[in-house]
C-alpha cells in the first residue's frame, strides 16, 4: 500500500508521520510523500518506531480520532513533569525542557487551557531536541483537578490522562474517612477508576488492619482495597502484578503517608527522596514537589504527586454522586420531591440514619462538600464573567486609541 500526502507546505515527514497513528497501521511497505517538489521515501520501519515510542509513554488508539488537522505540522509529545512555568517533555526518548508558546499562554482563559503532567501536547523541537516549544493540547481521556490552595478560586491541576488512582492512607493515626472520601470524589469526578492502599499495615496488629480494611469498604464497597508494606513487603508483588504495560497510574494521599517510600519500593532504586514522620501528630514532610511520570520496567506508568493537605471541592457533582451512591439513593426515596432532609417526616434520610443505617458523620460529610463544591463553582463562573468582561473593556479601549 502506498500513500502520496500532496502539500502546497513543506513538511517534515517525521513530523507528518508522528500524528497519524491510526493511518500509520496501515503501512504495509516503503510510503511515498510528496514534500513540496521533492519526493521522500520513508521507511514504514522507521514509522513504526515513532509510535511505538509513543505508546510507550501510554498513547492509545483513545487519540487517533482526537488528531487536530491544524497541527499536523507538529509533533506528539507527552508531558513529563511540570515545574511552575517549564515542563519536561518526551516523544519516547530523552526528556526534554520545554516551554508554552505565546498564542498558548496568553489565550489561556484558565489553568484548565495550560498543560499539566500526563497531558498530550504538540510540540516542535528544535537544536537536537534540545529544547522544545508547546503549540497546544490534545484532548484529555481523564483530567485530575482539585480547587487551588487558598482563598482563590481556580483549578488546580494534578494530573491528566491517567487510568487508575491509587488512593494511599496509612494505618495509623493519619487513616481518615472523612479525607478518603475527599479524595475518592475528586478521583471519580475525573472519571478514573480508583484503588485504595492501605499502607504501613506492620505498624498495626491484624484486627485492626482488617476493621481499618472493613472502615474502608464501608464508605466504597466496589473499590479495589490492598494492605501493604514497604517495610514488610506485604503485599508489594501483589501490587505489581496489576500494573499493566501502557497504563498511567498515579499515587494521592496526604503528606507521611509513605507514597515515596511506596514509589521507591517499586522501582526498587531509592531515587526519591523520602521524609520522616512526626511520631506525636504523624505529619509528614513533602518529599515530593512535583508531580513527575516514571515508566516501570514493565512497561507502566506511574505518576507521583506532592501530599495534599487541602482538598477543596469544585465542581464535583458526578463525584460526589458516584462517592456517595447511598446517600443519593436515599434522598430519592423521601415522601416529598422537596425534602430538605432536616425535620421532615417521611424523610428516608433521617430514617436511615435513625436506624444506624447511615452515619451522620457520612451525611454531614456529603453536604459539606456538596456545598463548598456548588459554592466554588459559582464563584468560580463570576470570576470568569468579571475577567471576560475586563478582557473586552481592553480590547474596546484599544480599538478606541487606535482610532
Known amino acids: 500500500m502506498t500513500h502520496l500526502l500532496r502539500s502546497t507546505k513543506a513538511l517534515s515527514w517525521k513530523r507528518r508521520c508522528s500524528i497519524g497513528r491510526a493511518v500509520v497501521g496501515e503501512y504495509t511497505e516503503p510510503d511515498i510523500y510528496l514534500i513540496e517538489d521533492d519526493i521522500v521515501i520513508v521507511s514504514s520501519l522507521n514509522i513504526y518506531s515513532l509510535m511505538n515510542n509513543l505508546e510507550n509513554l501510554g498513547y492509545s488508539s483513545w487519540l487517533d480520532d482526537k488528531l487536530d488537522p491544524k497541527q499536523a505540522m507538529h509533533e506528539i509529545a507527552r508531558v513529563v513533569s511540570v515545574h511552575k512555568e517549564s515542563y519536561l517533555i518526551s516523544k519516547g526518548g530523552e526528556e526534554v525542557f520545554a516551554e508554552l508558546s505565546g498564542n498558548l499562554m496568553y489565550s489561556a482563559d484558565s489553568t484548565l487551557d495550560l498543560p499539566t503532567t500526563g497531558d498530550w501536547v504538540y510540540a516542535d523541537f528544535f537544536d537536537d531536541d534540545s529544547h522544545a516549544i508547546i503549540y497546544g493540547l490534545m484532548p484529555r481521556r481523564t483530567l485530575l483537578k482539585r480547587k487551588s490552595v487558598g482563598k482563590k478560586v481556580d483549578f488546580q491541576l494534578v494530573a491528566a490522562n491517567v487510568d487508575v488512582a491509587f488512593i494511599v492512607q496509612s494505618l495509623n493515626e493519619n487513616f481518615n474517612l472523612r479525607r478518603l472520601e475527599r479524595y475518592l470524589v475528586m478521583v471519580n469526578a475525573a472519571g478514573i477508576r480508583p484503588v485504595i492502599l492501605l499502607s504501613k499495615c506492620d505498624l498495626v496488629s491484624e484486627l485492626e488492619m482488617n476493621t481499618l480494611k472493613a472502615e474502608a469498604l464501608s464508605i466504597a464497597p466496589d473499590v479495589e482495597v490492598l494492605a501493604l508494606s514497604s517495610v514488610s513487603q506485604q503485599n508489594i508483588s501483589v501490587l505489581l502484578g496489576a500494573l499493566k504495560a501502557g497504563e498511567t497510574y498515579c499515587l494521592l494521599g496526604s503528606s507521611g503517608v509513605g507514597k515515596t517510600t511506596l514509589l521507591n519500593c517499586i522501582l526498587g532504586d531509592g531515587v526519591f527522596k523520602t521524609g520522616s514522620v512526626s511520631k506525636i501528630e504523624s505529619k509528614g514532610r513533602h518529599t515530593t514537589t512535583a508531580r513527575q511520570l516514571v515508566q516501570l520496567e514493565n512497561g507502566a506508568i506511574i505518576l507521583d504527586t506532592p501530599g495534599m493537605r487541602e482538598l477543596g471541592a469544585i465542581s464535583v457533582d458526578e463525584g460526589l454522586d458516584e462517592t456517595f451512591a447511598d446517600v443519593v439513593e436515599l434522598t430519592h426515596q423521601c415522601r416529598f420531591s422537596n425534602c430538605s432532609h432536616t425535620n421532615e417526616k417521611g424523610c428516608a434520610v433521617l430514617s436511615a440514619i435513625e436506624a444506624d443505617e447511615l452515619l451522620g458523620a457520612r451525611y454531614q460529610s456529603y453536604l459539606k ?35
Open 369 to 403: 462538600m456538596k456545598k463548598e463544591s456548588d459554592f466554588n463553582e459559582m464563584s468560580y463562573l463570576e470570576k470568569k464573567a468579571k475577567d471576560k468582561n475586563f478582557g473586552k473593556m481592553i480590547k474596546s479601549v484599544m480599538k478606541n486609541k487606535q482610532r
